[in-house]
C-alpha cells in the first residue's frame, strides 16, 4: 500500500488478552504537538467535536472515538462554554479526514494533528 506512513490500530482489553476492534487507521502524516507555535498547559478537559462539513466516515469516525474513549462528542458550539480542549474532526480540501487538538474557547490548534489516508470500518 502506498501513500501512508503507519497504522492506528484500536484494541480492547478482554480476560483472555487484547481484541483488535475496527476501524484500521492508515496514517497519511503527522504534525507533532512540538511543532505548532501555541504552547500551552494541558488540557483540563476533553471533548470530540466535527466540522459541520466533515463527510460522514469524519463524523463515524468521531462518534468511534467518542466511544472507545469514553468522552463526548459535541458540536463545537455546545463545546466551546464547557471543556478546555477538543479532539477536532474536519475534512481536507482532498476530502481526507483530519484529527487535530486545538485549545477552547479561542480554537486555536496545539496538535498533534494526524492527516487519515484511509480507514477501514471492516478491517482489524
Known amino acids: 500500500m502506498e501513500g501512508w506512513i503507519g ?3 484500536f ?3 478482554k ?3 487484547l481484541a483488535p476492534v475496527p476501524p484500521l487507521v492508515h496514517i497519511r502524516g503527522i504534525k507533532l504537538r512540538r511543532e ?8 483540563q478537559s476533553l471533548v470530540i467535536t466535527a466540522s459541520s462539513e466533515s463527510s460522514s466516515h469524519g463524523k463515524k ?3 468511534f472515538l467518542a466511544d472507545f474513549f469514553n468522552i463526548p462528542m459535541l458540536s463545537v458550539e455546545q463545546a466551546v462554554s464547557r471543556y478546555s480542549a477538543s479532539m477536532y474532526i474536519s475534512t481536507n480540501t482532498s476530502s481526507r479526514i483530519i ?3 486545538v485549545i477552547l474557547p479561542e480554537f486555536m490548534e496545539i496538535g498533534p494533528r494526524i492527516s487519515v489516508a484511509e480507514i477501514y470500518f471492516d478491517k482489524v
Open 7 to 9: 497504522k492506528i490500530q
Open 36 to 43: 505548532f507555535e501555541m504552547k500551552t498547559k494541558r488540557a
Open 11 to 13: 484494541f480492547l482489553v
Open 15 to 17: 480476560e483472555t488478552g
Open 61 to 63: 469516525v468521531g462518534e
Open 99 to 101: 484529527i487535530t487538538f
